[in-house]
């Protein structure tokens, strides 16, 4: 009979018992190095994750997927024979000790290869040459999967025809049919799909790009999809707004552990205002724990942020750290009559290694030019700005960062919101200290501040409405800073006053120790707030 282990290959024999744990963890990394090599196994941040395709949705695309105790235990099997020795020398087979498997999983350490993005075209390294080569760059810290002979070739120093060839493809063919309302808007949609090329080459965070209409059917998804295709040959992977906090950092965490190059978050139409995305948009690394797999796990972020809906209401810090792409069909069934020079997404499929060589040109004109800096600036994404508004400009591209005074003025409707409660604040109470219960009288009509009362009891919202206010302390709207008292009114609620800050208002300040009563200004003493306010004001009163 033959033997079934002829032929096998030959692993390490590692015995378990008897022995220090970190002699038999010391052997099990060295088994691991021999079998690792070329990778399979990778460290995202500080969790163990595969590059592997996708069983589930069967289209061969490649992703990323945690590596859990039950597997890794597996793994570890099949790369070295686990062993427990008698007192007479004798070997008995078991299975790698949970011990072993629960060290790897909690502080994997540098003994797998670190892996920051997975991406599927060639793209430009953090020092500016173009990966090529399929499978993992160590310097880079990329995997480059490559689905199809992509015939690419770049020049080093690309003609001015080339670079004109290549911007006209991207933002001619394949996105000039697309209703942009301004330049800013258009040049923000080819920056984002640039900027899936250079990632690497931005030493820091970056925003995320509003994509955002008027009504249903203007092509909002479909722009976000042709955004990630030449990139990615896929369209935006798809993550649906979340219900509060909490269940945003669970799936931002779970999103982020895939390594993914972009995430959509698409069709919001609540306002988008979590704290947690605020947050993860202006960090290198997310800290969070895997349920099953880490306590505290540290993840890489460098994705690609895209979110698509109908008149986008960012609010509290997520506008300046946003990039808006406008789109307006200005009329009222934008999908009866939407017509492109070519069908879209199967025309940019079938030419998806022209449309990437395309990008490629743009950025390696950029590099061959000595790679000039952008000279407008968003604050907390410097190097960002510095890089694609370099690119852009290089490739004579206007608009770039165009638009965000109006971002600012016309879709931070939150904002807005709480300046017309100033005014109204202002018209009816002057710089005289009041308590929540009277600025409740203000603010439960406003259809903007909605999300902030909730839809509890009377209570319910005026204490939401305290707790926003004791947020927004210190904070200037329309010509009045928000002021907190050191005291409190009977129930223990936090007191407030306005007080002026605009020159033209200082004349009606108000100090502390006078401001208190009741006391109601007129109409002619606020004469900062607007005729719309006023009788917005009026009404709720009739």
């Not at 099997?77 to 008995?92: K, M, N, P, V, Y």
């Not at 994997?108 to 793209?123: A, E, M, Q």
């Not at 994509?211 to 042709?226: E, F, I, R, Y």
């Amino acid at each position: 009979m033959d033997d079934p282990n002829v032929g096998a290959p030959q692993r390490p024999v590692i015995i378990i018992n008897r022995r220090e744990l970190r002699d038999v963890l010391t052997d099990t990394v060295a088994a691991i190095r021999a079998a690792n090599e070329p990778p399979s196994i990778f460290r995202v941040g500080t969790v163990l994750a595969t590059v592997q395709a996708n069983p589930i949705d069967n289209d061969d695309q490649p992703a990323i997927e945690v590596l859990e105790r039950p597997t890794l235990r597996k793994w570890l099997s099949e790369i070295a024979d686990f062993r427990t020795q008698s007192a007479e020398g004798d070997l008995t087979p078991t299975f790698p000790p949970q011990d072993i498997v629960n060290t790897l999983i909690s502080q994997p350490g540098h003994d797998f290869p670190r892996l920051d993005l997975v991406v599927h075209s060639p793209v430009f390294s953090a020092s500016g040459e173009i990966i090529t080569t399929p499978g993992y760059n160590p310097a880079n810290h990329t995997f480059y999967v490559a689905h199809e002979q992509q015939e690419i070739v770049v020049p080093a120093t690309p003609t001015n025809d080339k670079v004109v060839a290549a911007r006209h493809l991207l933002m001619g063919d394949l996105m000039g049919d697309f209703p942009f309302v301004d330049d800013a808007s258009r040049a923000h949609a080819l920056a984002a799909l640039l900027q899936l090329f250079v990632r690497k080459m931005i030493d820091g965070p970056t925003p995320i790009y509003l994509v955002d209409s008027p009504t249903q059917g203007t092509g909002k998804g479909l722009l976000a999809d042709m955004i990630c295709l030449p990139a990615t040959s896929q369209a935006a992977p798809a993550f649906p707004e979340a219900k509060d906090d909490d269940e945003w950092r669970k799936g931002i965490t779970a999103k982020l552990a895939e390594a993914p190059t972009a995430i959509l978050i698409d069709n919001v139409k609540k306002p988008l205002g979590s704290a947690v995305l605020a947050l993860v948009l202006t960090r290198r690394v997310w800290r969070d724990r895997i349920l099953g797999v880490s306590k505290n796990a540290k993840l890489p972020v460098e994705v690609l942020w895209l979110a698509t809906g109908n008149n986008l209401r960012p609010t509290g810090d997520i506008p300046r750290r946003s990039i808006w792409i406008r789109l307006d069909a200005g009329m009222e069934r934008p999908w009866l009559d939407r017509k492109f020079r070519h069908e879209l997404p199967a025309w940019a499929e079938s030419n998806r290694a022209e449309l990437a060589q395309a990008a490629l040109v743009l950025v390696q004109n950029w590099i061959a030019r000595g790679k000039p800096f952008g000279t407008r600036v968003l604050g907390s994404f410097e190097s960002w700005s510095r890089v694609m508004g370099g690119i852009l400009n290089a490739a004579d591209v206007r608009g770039f960062l165009g638009n965000l005074e109006r971002l600012y003025d016309e879709i931070d409707e939150m904002r807005a919101s709480w300046r017309e409660l100033v005014a109204s604040w202002h018209a009816h109470h002057a710089t005289a200290v009041v308590g929540t219960a009277q600025l409740y009288l203000l603010a439960r009509d406003d259809e903007g501040l909605a999300h902030v009362l909730g839809d509890g009891s009377e209570e319910s919202r005026r204490i939401r409405l305290g707790r926003a206010l004791g947020r927004l302390a210190d904070q200037v709207f329309g010509g009045y800073r928000i002021r907190k008292t050191a005291r409190r009114d009977r129930s223990g609620r936090n007191l407030f006053y306005l007080e002026p800050v605009a020159p033209e208002a200082t004349s009606a300040a108000v100090p502390l120790e006078a401001a208190s009563g009741n006391a109601t200004a007129s109409a002619a003493e606020a004469s900062s707030v607007s005729i719309r306010q006023m009788r917005r004001v009026a009404k709720r009163y009739e």
